[in-house]
């Protein structure tokens, strides 16, 4: 797929277009995002991502089409892990609902720029040399391997980008506002919230780590590697808001995440001699996702039955 030029800036302008609407029209003022809200913010999100990848399939085919599709729906469903750590490292450094939503929006646009470098650099190494793709996969299953296994409780004060920021960043002692930077005593010095905003900013980081090569094992298209990504990013946020009180409902979905990145793992180890469809792997995807999802449900429609 030969994606012209014009693509890549139209896609990229649309993008920051809608983040300068959300955050200077619909979010202008500072307040505690409803679970109504979030519902139509996130069917909003869904509906575009949707519409763009009917776009694709009616200009580029179906086999495009579905492999966008297919890796939206990888994303979408690996950032759940990060609703697991936002809920965590909110409540930790008791960050107010109405400050949430500003620290998130700077949380996905530094994403996304750190996801674009990541994916120019993935695809120039798939293209040099074609072997990395089995390194990719290996390292996937691995890390499903390792999610289902090891699910532990994260302790957020533990954790290392945690413990350098607090030795060597100047922090404040002033963590009233909205701000990242105060003066204090004549000095600059960062506030609480830029810490959070940075353990955000890392966390996004490492579990890019998992899902981006994941979607190298559906498409070497860096335009639908690129925009299944960004896609399912810009509707992190409002996912953060619908589901931050129904994550400890969602018992299985850890364990589902684990299955879908051993599937993708194990189908990039094997590619080379057993080659999977784009509709197999989204299909198994899908449901796999489904049935963690419909697990946890039923656990916690007995659960509540039984109490």
């Known amino acids: 797929m030969e994606t012209p030029l014009i693509f890549w800036i139209g896609f990229n302008v649309v993008v920051l277009g ?21 519902l139509l913010t996130t069917l909003g999100w869904v509906a575009l991502a949707i519409g763009f990848g009917m776009w694709l399939t009616h200009r580029e085919g179906s086999v495009i089409g579905l492999q966008f599709f297919t890796g939206y729906l990888i994303e979408y469903s690996l ?10 490292v909110f409540a930790s450094f008791k960050v107010a609902p109405d400050k949430q939503h500003r620290l998130l929006f700077w949380g996905v646009l530094g994403a996304l720029v750190m996801r674009g470098l990541m994916i120019l650099a993935g695809t120039a190494l798939l293209r040099q040399f074609e072997w990395v793709i089995y390194l990719f996969g290996a390292y996937i299953l691995y890390a499903g391997v390792a999610m289902l296994l090891h699910k532990e409780d994260v302790e957020v004060e533990k954790l290392l980008v945690v413990r350098l920021a ?9 963590n009233e506002g909205d701000q990242f930077v105060v003066r204090e005593n004549g000095q600059l010095k960062f ?11 890392v966390t996004d980081l490492i579990f890019a780590f ?10 070497r298209e860096p335009f639908i590697v690129y925009t299944s990504n960004v896609c399912a990013i810009l509707g992190l946020r409002s996912l953060y808001f619908l589901l931050a009180g129904a994550v400890k409902n969602l018992a299985y979905l850890h364990v589902g995440l684990a299955c879908v990145l051993i599937f993708i ?15 197999t792997s989204l299909i198994v995807v899908g449901g796999i996702l489904g049935a963690a999802v419909a697990a946890s449900l039923v656990k916690s429609a007995s659960k509540n039955l039984s109490s």
């Open 79 to 88: 950032s759940m892990d990060n609703i697991f750590i936002f809920v965590l």
């Open 265 to 279: 793992g194990a189908k990039m180890v094997v590619e080379g001699f057993y080659p999977l469809s784009t509709e």
């Open 210 to 219: 998992d899902s981006i090569p994941a979607i190298f094992g559906v498409t």
């Open 18 to 38: 809608l983040l300068a609407f959300d955050l200077m029209v619909l979010h202008r003022e500072k307040r505690a995002i409803s679970v109504k809200e979030s």
């Open 166 to 174: 607090r030795r060597y960043l100047p922090l404040s002692s002033i």
């Open 191 to 201: 506030t609480l919230l830029f810490l959070v905003l940075v353990v955000v900013e």
